[in-house]
């Protein structure tokens, strides 16, 4: 239990400082879009920032299947959540970003949120540390497939609304959600293979590996083209949250750990999940960044002649 804490602090320090190496590498590169993926990784992998992000986004990986093997969904994802605190930190400070009020008041009830749910699964009628280590491949499909579709509908429909013109950037709220479908469902992979890792015959024929390289190809174009366009300090925590959610809820029954039995425990969770899908409904939408000065052409600081 203690070296399944100590990965899951060491995986958030690690994909924290991956978002932001990404983020900031992103910000040299020219505008790249989902559309023309070719051209997106070619700018990414010559950029050595962003190369060192992807280190340490992939050392992250390693960490969390090491936490998936001796943790629980449940207390896995509550630990997770932390990271967006060392997030905030490190997008302020390397960054410059800046949240508003609003948008600290909405990340606040988010984790209010994560950690209700994440206590109702904490059920006193079963085991709260038993470890799931599969779960049958037509229900892992039946809850997969159906959140990829939703999450590359989302991402489609954000994407349309942004080349509008006259329209205000976007603050990357659908962007978040769209990238967290995704990333959840490669969550209940990264949980999947961490059972089956000694055992290759059998996780080759299970569905984990499959959806783990659908969700990592469309996870890198999409999450670089919206990293790019949007705040680190906004789409990761949202994106977090989804991924969280979808995790802990879906993750906890599809592998047979711990359920709620109790009325408080199930209150908890049905409670938890609509906060947080409240919020993510109400968030902001758009920048409401200051625009910048007008441009003082060379004339104008030119005396006039009387």
Known sequence: ???????????????????????????????ISV?????????????PLWLAGSLALAAGFGAQLAVYRTLPIAAAQGIFVSG??????????????????????????????????????RDSGGDPDAVGTGAPAPLILT???PSLAAGLYVYAGAE?????????PTAGVEYGVAVGLLY??????VKGVSGLLWD????????????LLCTGACGLVMSQAALQRCRASLIVPVCTTVTCLFTVVLGTLAFGESLPSEPLRLALRVAGTALA??????????????????????????PHEA
């Open 184 to 189: 959840g469902v490669s969550s209940l992979a």
């Open 35 to 47: 559309r023309r993926p070719g051209r997106l990784l070619r700018h990414v992998v010559g950029s």
């Open 277 to 302: 899908v409240a919020v993510l409904l109400l968030m902001p939408k758009h920048d409401t960044a200051p625009a910048p000065p007008p441009v003082t052409s060379p004339e104008e600081l030119l």
């Open 1 to 31: 239990m203690v070296w399944g804490v100590a990965a899951a602090l060491l995986a958030n320090t690690l994909y924290s400082v991956g978002f932001v190496l990404e983020k900031r590498a992103l910000g040299r590169l020219p505008p």
């Open 84 to 121: 967006l605190v060392l997030l905030l930190l490190l997008s302020a400070r390397l960054l410059g970003e800046r949240t508003s009020g609003r948008e600290r008041y909405a990340i606040g009830a988010i984790l209010a949120a994560l950690v209700m749910v994440v206590l109702s699964l």
């Open 143 to 145: 809850v997969c497939v």
């Open 160 to 168: 349309r609304r942004a080349r509008r013109r006259h329209r205000l």
């Open 200 to 211: 290759v015959p059998r996780m080759l024929a299970s569905p984990y590996p499959y959806l």
